[in-house]
């Protein structure tokens, strides 16, 4: 199991811009399909964008392509995800998993961080 850490959540403007952090402990975090996820008030997890072993694959939702980018570094076992021109319904706490499979299946990931609020206010 892998130990998840994110940061870098916080309040922006709408059009403004946020990169989420997710440290990761354990030697074998180059081994794992990494994840982000967001979950909005009443609303079930949804999938943000996922990044294979080597970061040759990346996968994202459709409400975030063009906008968000998510890319790892092996060597500070860590994932991030750029987040740009952020509109009101990217507000959510953003979470980051650790795992393998199916990329944007929340089941797919066996470890999750505590999660980082982003909020976009107008």
């Known amino acids: 199991q892998v130990l998840l850490l994110e940061s870098g959540g916080g309040t922006v403007q709408v059009g403004g811009s946020l990169r989420l952090s997710c440290a990761a402990s354990?030697?074998?975090?180059?081994?794992?399909?990494m994840g982000w996820f967001r979950q909005a008030p009443g609303k079930e997890r949804e999938f943000v964008a996922a990044i294979r072993l080597t970061g040759d694959r990346t996968y994202y939702a459709d409400s975030v392509k063009g906008r968000f980018t998510i890319s790892r570094d092996n060597a500070k076992n860590t994932v991030y995800l750029q987040m740009n021109s952020l509109k009101p319904e990217d507000t959510a706490v953003y979470y980051c998993?650790?795992?393998?499979?199916?990329?944007?299946?929340?089941?797919?990931?066996?470890?999750w961080g505590q999660g980082t609020q982003v909020t976009a206010t107008s």
């Open positions: 998993g650790a795992g393998m499979g199916i990329p944007t299946t929340p089941s797919s990931y066996a470890s």
């Open positions: 354990g030697r074998t975090f180059s081994s794992y399909l």
